[in-house]
């Protein structure tokens, strides 16, 4: 089948633009996706990951732009003449045709040879050898995602793309098929292109995060880049819980960056940022906030006192809501190592955290950007 | 709530939802043994019956005169198969033209889906045989088909009109909405994503349609064609106005034998085969296209 064609290739789109009427779905962007990696398109629902991912496809035909695969322009190829498949939302399996049938349908198309072997080694890695003959509606959720994955897979295209692949199953299924996913990326080396909205499933997976907000791309970069130092406000509240301060820069202490919030004063290390005066906003992750009892030494650098609000024990953490002395609420989780001692509402506390965990954001941002964003399509 | 209480309560409880079904039905079945087997059996037995003078004035007496039906059969063959042959015509041009106009509805059409489901239902406020009588003043040999095919030198009969190709014509004609209809209802349930899941899968459009959608429309070509053929082949209207004496099909001997000649057994007689060859012919179809989910 596909042996005879060259290896896989970059994915490259470069200012690519997609219009419907005067809305801009997406918005000259521009992107390299090197082969072989797994990487995450992520987003909220709107945002125009699904529209880029429709038109590597080729099922949406750009405004403007070009679609790249390695040197070949792709961009006016029809879907079924470019080494690109995917694995649709809705699965879209075919309803007539077998298992076994709706795996082997693109190399019967391709007239390729040596179907019979090919479809029940992918029905083997997908585990599903012996459900093969069964019809679609037959199968549960989980293995008709499996199919849809192996009907795509089968092909050996340069590029998967899976558009919200686990979107329709339980939590505790997805959970093990975004282990699964990985497993099989690892195993065929294919690029994987995964457009999601839960930040925790692009994390889990891909190698490569892009979080795409209006049509363009806010961030780039690794999950762990991503999540530990967000360059805007958007991608630090879409991306987990965050706390955010808006401040201004007061000087440098040594390689030390002073930021006044109110009457409190925050330390950032200078490498973090190129803001060196005027207004700034700080932020920091609750699981890097340490919170004790007021009047407690040897305690990290930025430290701010306030009283709890709420106590949640949610299992692997406890989670604390705690207001500052001007209002302001701060989230902190800490870790059940020792749950006797859990804080009451009303207590005074100290938040306390390392300078080198806080991050800095673009102050022109909104600071609610990324928080009123529907989670669920 | 203790048990003994339960049991007290639920049981003429569920006797009564076990009867209420066959309760339900009841009226159905009163009304389909009043209006349908009962005059089925009749007809049957008129089929067996034997003349009791010359005259049909005389009246017919009960027999066990087989022979009705193979003389009846023997007689007018030509058209049976003149009334299949026409009726299958039809229902296959039916098809071709039906499939695209319910394909672009279906697919395409978006805001004027409904308009044009109004438009292929609009016919049917006028009656049938208004219809046909009209199609009579269009195919004349002065209206503007016949005229417009003339001055092309198309027509080596210089008519149409008492021909079979205004038979079939007419039954196209009339039976179309019949086709488009289940046509239209089962291609609408295709989802659109398979088509282009089947595009992202190396299919060129004509594998597209093939593969994908031709065989999820099946129940609804099985549906269709069987809603033009069966009335189709059973019509003696079309042939009646828009026919020649040569064009007779089975409905007009049937029509003819039980209203001018009066010759009840010989019209009930073929009444019965035509019906039997009608089931067979389905029976035979269906296994063919084999469909499990005709519904």
Redesign the interface.
């Known amino acids: 089948m596909a042996s005879n064609r060259p290896k896989v290739e970059d994915l490259h789109l470069v200012n690519l633009t997609k219009s419907f009427d005067d809305f801009k779905a997406v918005d000259n962007l521009s992107l390299t996706i090197p082969a072989g990696s797994f990487f995450a398109l992520l987003g909220p629902s709107g945002c125009g990951k699904t529209t880029t991912l429709r038109m590597v496809?080729?099922?949406d035909e750009p405004t403007s732009g070009q679609i790249k695969l390695g040197p070949d322009d792709i961009t006016n190829l029809?879907?079924?003449k470019r080494w690109?498949?995917?694995v649709?939302q809705?699965y879209?399996l075919?309803?007539?045709l077998t298992i076994y049938e709706n795996v082997a349908?693109?190399l019967r198309?391709?007239k390729a040879e040596n179907i019979d072997d090919q479809v029940k080694a992918m029905l083997e890695l997908v585990e599903l050898t012996t459900q093969a003959q069964k019809k679609p509606q037959q199968l549960s959720g989980g293995q008709q995602q499996r199919v849809a994955l192996a009907?795509?897979l089968i092909?050996e295209p340069d590029v998967l793309l899976l558009d919200e692949p686990l979107g329709a199953l339980d939590l505790k299924l997805r959970r093990q098929m975004q282990l699964e996913l990985k497993r099989i990326q690892t195993e065929v080396g294919i690029t994987f292109v995964h457009v999601t909205h839960d930040q925790e499933e692009a994390m889990t997976m891909a190698d490569t995060i892009a979080v795409m907000n209006e049509g363009k791309i806010e961030q780039l970069g690794s999950p762990v880049q991503i999540y530990e130092h967000p360059k805007t406000v958007f991608v630090a509240n879409f991306l987990g819980q965050t706390n955010l301060f808006e401040g201004t820069v007061a000087g440098i202490e040594g390689d030390e960056l002073v930021v006044k919030v109110k009457d409190t004063t925050f330390y950032v290390p200078l490498a973090t940022t190129d803001i060196r005066s005027g207004r700034i906003i700080l932020g920091v992750r609750p699981e890097k906030v340490k919170i004790v009892d007021q009047g407690k030494t040897g305690l990290p650098k930025n430290q701010i006192n306030g009283s709890i609000k709420l106590t949640a024990f949610v299992g692997v953490s406890t989670q604390y809501e705690v207001i500052t002395n001007w209002g302001q609420e701060i989230s902190a989780f800490e870790q059940n190592v020792d749950p006797t001692d859990l804080g009451r509402p009303g207590q005074a506390v100290t938040l306390a955290w390392e300078p080198r965990h806080s991050f800095v954001l673009n102050p022109d941002d909104d600071l609610s950007a990324g928080l009123d964003t529907s989670w669920d399509e | 709530m203790s048990i003994a209480q339960e049991s007290i309560i639920t049981k003429p409880t569920r006797r009564r939802i076990k009867r209420t079904p066959y309760l339900l039905i009841l009226p159905g079945i009163g009304w389909l043994f009043l209006f349908f087997i009962f005059p089925l059996s009749t007809l049957f037995a008129t089929s067996l019956q034997k003349p009791a003078g010359i005259s049909p004035d005389d009246g017919f007496l009960p027999a066990f005169k087989v022979s009705n039906y193979s003389s009846a059969l023997v007689e007018y063959y030509p058209q049976f198969f003149r009334g299949f042959l026409y009726s299958g015509i039809a229902t296959v041009i039916c098809l071709l033209l039906a499939y695209p106009i319910a394909y672009y509805m279906a697919f395409r059409a978006r805001k004027y889906r409904n308009l044009m489901l109004v438009l292929i239902v609009a016919p049917f406020f006028a009656s049938f045989l208004l219809r046909t009588n009209a199609w009579k003043t269009i195919l004349s040999g002065d209206g503007i088909v016949v005229g417009f095919l003339n001055s092309f030198n198309l027509l080596p009969q210089d008519r149409i009109l008492n021909t079979s190709l205004a038979v079939v014509a007419g039954l196209t004609y009339n039976f179309l909405p019949f086709m488009i209809l289940p046509l239209y209802t089962s291609l609408e349930k295709i989802?659109p994503?398979?088509i282009?899941?089947?595009?992202?899968?190396?299919?060129?459009p004509s594998?597209r349609f093939w593969?994908?959608v031709w065989?999820?429309s099946i129940p609804g070509v099985i549906s269709g064609t069987l809603l033009t053929f069966i009335p189709a082949s059973g019509d003696y209207i079309n042939a009646e106005l828009l026919g020649s004496i040569k064009d007779k099909m089975i409905g007009n001997v049937i029509q003819s034998q039980f209203i001018d000649l009066r010759d009840y057994p010989t019209a009930s007689a073929l009444s019965f085969t035509f019906m039997a060859i009608i089931l067979v012919m389905i029976y035979l179809y269906i296994r063919r296209a084999g469909t499990d989910d005709l519904v």
Request: proline content about 13%.
């Open positions: 496809a080729g099922l029809p879907p079924y690109v498949n995917t649709f809705s879209a075919f309803p007539h349908f693109g198309r391709q009907r795509a092909n | 989802d994503r398979l282009e899941a089947a595009g992202d899968l190396y299919s060129p594998q593969k994908v065989p999820l």
